[in-house]
């Protein structure tokens, strides 16, 4: 209730603007094929893409006030919008819509040259294939790096106006300068350690400052109001690991598919395993996006724990469960028809 004045239209508007938009011509992309004009399927897919864009637009126009609240005023006990504007172009807001077009980006085209790859692998002579395993490829190849370079910018905003989360994510436990980059440890919330770190000296200084000497704020600068570390240390590096990985598969797949060559097979069944490497480093990062933010729901000005409702825990363990499940079972349905349908090729 505090915070739904903001909350609730940015919400609406995403469902009056892409929801519906979204679902009309979804129905026409996946089901059309051979039963529309070309053009039609073509502008349902295209119709579909904006949608979808005009949705993450809103949603995070949202959360990422959540994160950097803007453009607010106090109404008693309600927060209210001062000013649209600035609460929908919230500080954070340029940098997180940018790097997750660019992680959808990326994720479809892994989707793309995997699919295409595993086609291959069963019929090495589809033209068609290696024409969409290249397509993937160069895309991807072009993404990554300024992925990585809207990710450096990101990671900049985050410690400006959320240096706490940086701390958790470089498991930085004592405010210092020359900070080390932990490349890898096991963080230790309760004695406030890294066990088992390999560090490289003034590495952290030098990423988030840019000055191999700069002071940077630890844990203890922020306690009580600090994330969990582990979670969002482990996190972290998923993505970030992940996101190297796709870069040198990527531009190593652009190498080997040169002048129309086709891949070795074990490159082929490397790109197959790669398929949804996508989904994996974009879900890492909202695990670091969401816990990093923690204790707070709407930094700041509303706790995770003063939104909490009365449900009890069994029935949010059951809730839990049943989405667990059903998420699970649609997951698994929907690999099944991907690769089969992939198997198949253009006779699907």
């Known amino acids: 209730q505090r915070v739904g004045n903001i909350a609730g239209p940015l919400l609406a508007y995403e469902v009056l603007t892409a929801f519906f938009l979204e679902a009309t011509f979804l129905g026409v992309m996946l089901f059309g094929m051979n039963r529309v004009p070309g053009w039609v399927h073509v502008l349902s897919a295209a119709m579909v893409a904006i949608g979808t864009t005009i949705s993450a637009f809103w949603i995070l126009a949202l959360n990422s006030w959540m994160q950097t609240p803007a453009g607010h005023a106090i109404d008693g006990s309600q927060i209210i919008a001062g000013d649209w504007l600035q609460v929908i172009f919230n500080p954070s807001f340029p940098y997180r819509f940018t790097h997750m077009l660019l992680a959808s980006g990326l994720t479809a085209s892994f989707v793309v040259a995997g699919l295409s790859a595993w086609r291959l692998l069963r019929a090495g002579e589809d033209a ?12 991807a190849a072009v993404l990554a790096p300024l992925q990585i370079l809207v990710g450096d910018l990101h990671g900049l905003n985050t410690l400006e106006h959320q240096p706490a989360k940086i701390a958790a994510i470089e498991a930085i436990w004592k405010t210092q300068k020359s900070v080390p980059l932990v490349l890898f440890a096991v963080p230790d919330d309760e004695r406030r350690r890294n066990d088992f770190a390999v560090e490289i000296p003034k590495g952290g200084s030098l990423i988030l400052r840019h000055d191999a000497e700069a002071e940077v704020q630890g844990i203890d600068a922020f306690v009580p109001d600090a994330a969990p570390v582990a979670p969002v240390f482990f996190a972290f590096r998923v993505m970030v690991g992940m996101g190297v990985l796709m870069l040198l598969a990527a531009w190593n797949g652009v190498w080997a598919t040169r002048r129309g060559m086709l891949p070795q097979r074990w490159m082929l069944w490397a790109f197959s395993g790669f398929t949804f490497a996508g989904w994996i480093a974009t879900l890492a990062g909202w695990l670091v996006t969401e816990i990093g933010r923690q204790p707070w729901l709407v930094t700041g000005i509303l706790r995770t724990r003063e939104a909490v409702g009365g449900a009890s ?36």
Not at 316 to 321: D, P
Not at 322 to 341: C, F, N, Q, S, W
Request: proline fraction near 0%; glycine fraction near 12%.
């Open 128 to 139: 068609s294939a290696r024409n969409t395993l290249r397509t993937g490829l160069v895309v």
């Open 313 to 348: 825990g069994a029935q949010l363990g059951a809730s839990l469960t049943g989405y667990i499940i059903t998420y699970t079972v649609m997951l698994i349905a929907y690999l099944v028809v991907l690769t089969h349908l992939a198997g198949k090729g253009a006779n699907a």
